[in-house]
């Protein structure tokens, strides 16, 4: 199995298109705590990581499953979605960017925007 999840991680923070809009980007499920107040942020997270595709008795592919929150407290979602995407899309050649439907956390006052990515990758 590979770590897709750091690789995803790199691309968004080595591309000068994300950077530009997203000030924090986090490889984990929830900002660290001196980063709580960043926003716009990323925050990460792997679902599922196994075994794909086998060609003479041996996995030749992985399935690797990944889970993207975008966080904002300006209604600038779709901007900041269409970005993480294109990056994606443009790094990851057999993958599927699934967008979801905007949220708001009225508790917090921040607009939330899942992003589920399946990446299948060579062994």
């Not at 699934?98 to 990446?119: A, G, W």
């Given at each position: 199995?590979?770590?897709?999840?750091?690789k995803?991680?790199?691309?968004?923070?080595?591309?000068?298109?994300?950077?530009?809009?997203?000030k924090?980007?986090?490889?984990?499920?929830?900002?660290?705590?001196?980063?709580?107040?960043?926003?716009?942020?990323?925050?990460?997270?792997?679902?599922?990581?196994?075994?794909?595709?086998?060609a003479?008795?041996?996995?030749?592919?992985?399935?690797?499953?990944?889970?993207?929150?975008?966080?904002?407290?300006?209604?600038?979602?779709?901007?900041?979605?269409?970005?993480?995407?294109?990056?994606?899309?443009?790094?990851?050649?057999?993958?599927?960017?699934?967008?979801?439907?905007?949220?708001?956390?009225?508790?917090?006052?921040?607009?939330?925007?899942?992003?589920?990515?399946?990446?299948?990758?060579?062994?």
């Open positions: 199995m590979q770590d897709v999840l750091l995803v991680y790199k691309v968004l923070t080595g591309s000068k298109h994300v950077t530009q809009k997203i924090g980007i986090y490889n984990n499920p929830r900002a660290p705590d001196k980063c709580r107040e960043t926003f716009p942020r990323i925050t990460m997270f792997e679902i599922l990581n196994t075994d794909a595709d086998a003479d008795d041996k996995v030749i592919m992985n399935d690797v499953r990944i889970r993207i929150d975008i966080w904002s407290k300006s209604n600038n979602l779709f901007e900041l979605s269409a970005a993480v995407k294109a990056e994606i899309e443009k790094n990851f050649e057999l993958c599927r960017v699934d967008l979801q439907s905007d949220m708001y956390e009225d508790d917090s006052h921040i607009y939330h925007k899942p992003i589920n990515i399946r990446i299948k990758t060579e062994v």
